[in-house]
Structures are given as structure tokens and as C-alpha cells.
T-cell receptor, first 113, second 113 residues
Framework: SQELEQSPQSLIVQEGKNLTINCTSSKTLYGLYWYKQKYGEGLIFLMMLQKGGEEKSHEKITAKLDEKKQQSSLHITASQPSHAGIYLCGAGSYGGSQGNLIFGKGTKLSVKP | GAVVSQHPSWVICKSGTSVKIECRSLDFQATTMFWYRQFPKQSLMLMATSNEGSKATYEQGVEKDKFLINHASLTLSTLTVTSAHPEDSSFYIC?????????FGQGTRLTVV
């Protein structure tokens, strides 16, 4: 079965600093999703990557999927307290677009003002 | 994007009682919905796949008689936690796929006392 490993598990950064969160899959990814969650709340969709080498950006967040489609990174530039939360990567479990997602264990981000 | 609405957002119930959680797709039809459970500081784990008009598919280790799922219409799936016990206390969240994207409800925090 496919597994997603996220690193680091937790991260504390000073406001204004850049940071990167990684997500590594045990199998080829056919769709990689990034979500943000504040514990006990719903998931906020950030980005979805499908193609090897694909890169997407939204505001100060950039996500990349490597050429081999087994690793993705989420980069936040000039972090702000509003970026704090848990970041989860998810992948389609069956390689298609209709199945459930499996998730990494998440990366807890704290941003110190 | 598509909206998935989950209700209630939190509930406290007495041990031995049953609790129903609703998941609605507000602006699209969902033939399939997914129910996840999240323990503190852990990732989301798939409990079951809810199929409109047919029986739900449960993941290994999930008691189907305890977690009753009904997907009676294309916009509503319900999860009923029967004879709830304190160990059922958790965060439950539903999801629906729209093409390649996955949307999540706000989640329900269940506390069994």
C-alpha cells in the first residue's frame, strides 16, 4: 500500500523566514494534494499537482512535484503568523481521480511573531 | 470550489447514546463520499467509503455496526456512531471528490462522556 512520509514533523520559524515541507511517497504519485488544517477544523485545499516537474504558486506558497513523481515540497516565503497550522499532503489511493486520499502525518508549523 | 458542509461541528454525548453526523454537498452531486477519522496529533485515516444507493465499504478494523453510514441521496451522507463510548471521541471529517479535486467538510468534534 502507498505511504506518504512528511518531514519535518514540526517546525518553528521566525516570522519573515522561509521554510520547506517535504512529502515523500513510497509509490509514484498520480495526484498530490496539499492541505492546511488547524487541528479540530476542516481542511483547506492549497494546491494539487499531477505532472512530473510541475510547480504551482499561490500567494507566498509554492508547491513542486519532482520529475519522478515521488516527492513533493511545499515552500513558504516570508512566513507570517497566519501560515501557522498543520500541513498535510495527500495522494489518490488508487492512482485515479475518484478514490479516497491517503495522507501523510502532517507537519505542524508555528510562526513566531 | 465545491462546498461540502458537515453538521454538527461539535457534539457532546453521553456514553451509550448514538450520534448522527451529516455531510452534504451543497453545489454538486456526490455519488461517493469518504469518512475519515483523526486522532489528536495524527493524520486522517479513512474509515469508509459511502456510495449513494448502496452499502458503504468499510476499511479494515472499522466496525460497520458501530459506524453506520447511509448515503440516501446524491447530496447527503450520514455517519451514525451507535452506542458511543469515550474511545469513540475523535474528530470526524467527510470528503467528496469532484473530478481530480477533493473537498472536505468542516469536521465534527465528537466527545463522549
Amino acid at each position: 500500500s502507498q505511504e506518504l512520509e512528511q518531514s519535518p514533523q514540526s517546525l518553528i520559524v521566525q516570522e519573515g523566514k522561509n521554510l520547506t515541507i517535504n512529502c515523500t511517497s513510497s509509490k509514484t504519485l498520480y495526484g498530490l494534494y496539499w492541505y492546511k488544517q488547524k487541528y479540530g477544523e476542516g481542511l483547506i485545499f492549497l494546491m494539487m499537482l499531477q505532472k512530473g516537474g510541475e510547480e504551482k504558486s499561490h500567494e507566498k506558497i509554492t508547491a513542486k512535484l519532482d520529475e519522478k513523481k515521488q516527492q513533493s515540497s511545499l515552500h513558504i516565503t516570508a512566513s507570517q503568523p497566519s501560515h501557522a497550522g498543520i500541513y498535510l499532503c495527500g495522494a489518490g489511493s488508487y492512482g485515479g481521480s475518484q478514490g479516497n486520499l491517503i495522507f501523510g502525518k502532517g507537519t505542524k508549523l508555528s510562526v513566531k511573531p | 470550489g465545491a462546498v461540502v458542509s458537515q453538521h454538527p461541528s461539535w457534539v457532546i454525548c453521553k456514553s451509550g447514546t448514538s450520534v448522527k453526523i451529516e455531510c452534504r454537498s451543497l453545489d454538486f452531486q456526490a455519488t461517493t463520499m469518504f469518512w475519515y477519522r483523526q486522532f489528536p496529533k495524527q493524520s486522517l485515516m479513512l474509515m469508509a467509503t459511502s456510495n449513494e444507493g448502496s452499502k458503504a465499504t468499510y476499511e479494515q478494523g472499522v466496525e460497520k455496526d458501530k459506524f453506520l453510514i447511509n448515503h440516501a441521496s446524491l447530496t447527503l451522507s450520514t455517519l451514525t456512531v451507535t452506542s458511543a463510548h469515550p474511545e469513540d471521541s475523535s474528530f470526524y471529517i467527510c470528503s467528496a471528490r469532484v473530478y481530480t479535486e477533493a473537498f472536505f467538510g468542516q469536521g465534527t468534534r465528537l466527545t463522549v462522556v
